[in-house]
């Protein structure tokens, strides 16, 4: 089987921003309901990437889970990502592979995945994308040997969880 392999630079400027979750595989940690999954990545003072994501949990509540990224080394397509409370982060062990695995040249749709094939989500900067588009991706996905017969696509209803309603729970 071959190697999981990320793109060979990834320009972080052009990443940050708000991305929409179009497919993943199954994860422990997130409700396999939940609906407008999005994701935004801004900088922070430190230089390592803020990681937002926001949904609408089975229930209908919205959801938030803050976390950091960090790039492991200069071409930025590998990063280490943690959701765990600041005081805990230093330990090791704390941080997973978030690996850009392809991008399309105006930074619109990403594939990411974990060297280990067990995570993967196929994101775009609209809540919905051309079915060719997501094939192209899932393609590629497949290509370096990830299993897809569990892939969640989760919906879109047009609603975003705002800061308000976070600030509200």
Same mark, same amino acid.
């Given at each position: 089987?071959?190697?999981?392999?990320a793109?060979?630079?990834l320009? #972080?400027n052009?990443?940050? /921003?708000r991305?929409?979750?179009?497919?993943?595989? =199954?994860l422990?940690?997130?409700?396999e309901t939940? @609906?407008?999954?999005?994701?935004?990545?801004s900088?922070?003072?430190d230089?390592?990437i803020?990681?937002?994501?926001?949904?609408?949990?089975?229930d209908?509540?919205p959801?938030?889970?803050?976390?950091?990224?960090?790039?492991?080394?200069?071409?930025?397509?590998r990063?280490?990502?943690?959701?765990?409370?600041?005081?805990?982060?230093? #330990?090791?062990?704390t941080? /997973?592979d978030?690996?850009?695995?392809?991008?399309? =040249?105006?930074?619109?749709?990403?594939?990411?995945g @974990?060297?280990?094939?067990?995570?993967?989500w196929?994101?775009?900067?609209?809540?919905?994308i051309?079915?060719?588009?997501?094939?192209?991706?899932?393609?590629?996905?497949?290509?370096?040997?990830?299993?897809?017969?569990n892939?969640?696509?989760?919906r879109?209803?047009?609603?975003?969880?705002?800061d308000e309603m976070i600030?509200?729970?």
């Amino acid at each position: 089987m071959t190697e999981v392999t990320a793109i060979p630079k990834l320009d #972080l400027n052009k990443y940050l /921003g708000r991305w929409y979750e179009i497919c993943r595989l =199954p994860l422990r940690w997130e409700d396999e309901t939940a @609906t407008d999954i999005t994701a935004t990545y801004s900088l922070n003072g430190d230089g390592n990437i803020k990681v937002d994501n926001r949904c609408f949990d089975e229930d209908g509540k919205p959801s938030q889970a803050i976390g950091e990224a960090e790039p492991v080394d200069d071409t930025n397509s590998r990063l280490k990502v943690t959701f765990l409370p600041e005081y805990v982060r230093w #330990l090791p062990f704390t941080k /997973g592979d978030y690996w850009v695995l392809k991008i399309d =040249p105006a930074y619109s749709t990403a594939l990411v995945g @974990t060297p280990d094939r067990k995570y993967l989500w196929v994101l775009s900067r609209q809540p919905q994308i051309a079915d060719d588009t997501k094939a192209e991706f899932l393609a590629e996905a497949r290509r370096q040997g990830f299993n897809l017969t569990n892939l969640i696509t989760p919906r879109h209803t047009g609603h975003e969880v705002t800061d308000e309603m976070i600030s509200q729970e």
